[in-house]
């Protein structure tokens, strides 16, 4: 299947670990030009420019942090400076929250209202900013590919972390009225929405993950490059006119609550 990627610029955000750095070294293979943005962990993010430069290919590291939007601009007017023009955007990157994942046992009523302020601020409206400052640009090309990334969370909801979930189903309503309003200028737009997913960035005991794993479709979790495959599919010239829909990852853990072990 041809991806019409090569030469191709795509900006993948939150890329300096986990799903992210697996999405931006797929982009690469396919011979993208891949801008990979970080907040705290440059040499992460420089790591994985590295990676992808050894192995022939070329990317490029800027900083965005969804908690000080104005940085969404300068990041995109960055990858426009060094290449020209944006033509794939995978909105990745995440406030979790805290040290990482939403902790489940937290109570709903002691979660504060700022909280449920900056998760919304940083995970729909950073998402939002992310579009807004790519598709004058598409618009004017005629093309463009959008990915959002979402959580199985978003929908089938899990104990405590309200705000999280709550941001990341903003992005389906999110990317069914762009899939409307984008469409005629050639521009797709689609959410992925991965269950739970083993990275590089948190190791997670086995006897979790084989629990997790036994209430999926697939008995197995997904790991980063398993979701990175289906966001260069959906991002690229191999989707043809697939937009506004959301695509669950077989690592999604209420999926199937009947099946057993
Ligand atoms: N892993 C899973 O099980 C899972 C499941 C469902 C959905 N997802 C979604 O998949 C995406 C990637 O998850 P992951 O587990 O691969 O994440 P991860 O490894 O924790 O990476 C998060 C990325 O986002 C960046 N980031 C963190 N805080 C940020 C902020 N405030 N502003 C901008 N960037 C920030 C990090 O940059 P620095 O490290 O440089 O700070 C890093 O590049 C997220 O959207 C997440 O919601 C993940």
New binding site residues.
């Given amino acids: 299947m041809e991806t019409e990627l090569k030469d191709r610029v795509v900006l993948v955000?939150?890329?300096?670990?986990?799903?992210?750095?697996?999405t931006a070294r797929a982009y690469a293979q396919e011979g993208a030009r891949v801008a990979i943005?970080?907040?705290?962990?440059?040499e992460?993010?420089e790591k994985v420019v590295s990676e992808i430069e050894g192995a022939g290919g070329q990317a490029f590291a800027v900083r965005?942090?969804?908690?000080a939007l104005e940085t969404v601009e300068e990041a995109v007017a960055a990858v426009v400076a060094h290449w020209g023009r944006i033509d794939v955007l995978v909105?990745?990157?995440?406030?979790?929250g805290g040290d990482?994942?939403p902790d489940p046992s937290v109570r709903f009523e002691h979660v504060p209202l700022e909280e449920w302020q900056a998760m919304v601020s940083?995970?729909l409206i950073?998402a939002a900013a992310q579009v807004r400052a790519v598709l004058p640009g598409m618009r004017s090309r005629g093309w463009g590919r959008i990915v959002l990334?979402?959580?199985?969370?978003a929908e089938e909801g899990v104990p405590g972390p309200g705000p999280?979930g709550t941001s990341?189903s903003g992005l389906y309503g999110l990317a069914r009225s762009l899939a409307w309003e984008a469409g005629r200028d050639g521009i797709l737009v689609n959410v992925v929405?991965?269950?739970?997913?083993?990275?590089?960035?948190?190791p997670v005991p086995k006897a979790i993950a084989d629990r997790i794993a036994a209430g999926t479709p697939t008995r197995r979790l997904s790991v980063?490059d398993d979701?990175a495959k289906l966001v260069v599919f959906l991002g690229s010239g191999a989707n043809g006119n697939l937009t506004g829909e959301v695509v669950r990852d077989g690592?999604s853990a209420a999926r199937a609550p009947h099946v057993g072990p």
């Fill in positions: 955000t939150g890329a300096s670990t986990g799903i992210g750095a697996a943005s970080y907040r705290n962990n440059p992460k993010a965005l942090d969804l908690e909105a990745n990157a995440v406030r979790w990482g994942p940083a995970n950073g990334i979402s959580s199985s969370v999280y990341k929405a991965p269950g739970f997913t083993l990275t590089d960035s948190r980063s979701v690592s």
